[in-house]
């Protein structure tokens, strides 16, 4: 499953329940058998996707991404920290440029030194707009990033970011409020961001209940993602609770 049928995949998902959940897999947090066993759950949980990757990486991606891919049947979608966080054992890759930020190493730097690479591994990358939004906390992101993350109380700033992702030709749009962090990004920033752009939008970070998972859901987005509170708390049964309350 190649990007093109992972964003059809994606658009089927919201066609049936009208949202969808993602959930994110670091490399950095767990071995093979951890990992794979987790993303067993993650599928018979009624999750859409997984996500693998953070702003971290030691660990070597290639096994991880092999064995996930011989475990389970949901898409594998990269999202890189940077160049080096690449591997072929995936569907897809979400090709970031953070937008958000001011650091040309982030908006382009990274994506022209992954780009040879994801050719040879024949990665159709989607083009995504990154939008690191205040949550509260330094996050990892921000500062390996070494960007500012846009004040949450910042709806105008935000939704221009957006639109200029749109513009630009970018497929998707992610709101990060970062791992770990404080605070998710607002509903007030989702609608606002959702309003302005006609192109599928993801919400991360700082979503530790299902019940703040379906509330960012009805502010408009498209897609949830969560991966640190299921490293700290994570089970069976809390994923799918997740699941059904992003599919509503």
């Not at 389970?72 to 080096?84: A, K, Y």
């Not at 040309?104 to 022209?112: A, C, F, S």
């Not at 509903?187 to 302005?196: G, H, L, T």
Request: hydrophobic share 45%; proline share 7%; net charge negative.
């Amino acid at each position: 499953m190649r990007s093109n049928s992972v964003l059809h995949y994606f658009n089927e998902v919201l066609k049936k329940h009208n949202a969808g959940y993602f959930v994110l897999i670091d490399p950095e947090q767990c071995e093979v058998d951890k990992c794979t066993k987790l993303a067993v759950e993650v599928e018979q949980a009624g999750a859409d996707a997984i996500l693998l990757g953070g702003s971290f990486l030691t660990n070597d991606l290639h096994p991880i991404a092999k064995a996930l891919k011989q475990e389970t049947e949901l898409p594998i979608v990269l999202f890189p920290g940077d160049s080096m966080h690449l591997t072929p054992y995936a569907d897809a890759i979400l090709y970031i440029s953070l937008i958000s930020g001011r650091n040309p190493n982030y908006l382009i730097g990274e994506q022209v030194k992954a780009a040879p690479w994801i050719q040879r591994y024949a990665l159709k990358p989607i083009p995504t707009g990154y939008m690191l939004i205040e949550g509260g906390n330094k996050t990892a992101v921000e500062f390996m990033s070494g960007t500012a993350p846009i004040p949450r109380d910042k709806p105008d700033i935000a939704g221009p970011h957006a639109l200029a992702a749109e513009y630009l030709g970018m497929q998707m749009v992610y709101l990060e409020a970062g791992s770990g962090a404080a605070q998710p990004v607002p509903d007030e920033m989702i609608a606002a961001v959702k309003n302005q752009i006609n192109i599928p939008l993801i919400v991360g970070g700082g979503i530790r209940t299902p019940k703040i998972a379906a509330e960012k859901v009805k502010a408009g987005a498209d897609f949830i993602v969560t991966g640190n509170v299921l490293e700290k708390n994570g089970s069976f049964e809390l994923m799918k609770d997740f699941a059904n309350a992003v599919h509503g």
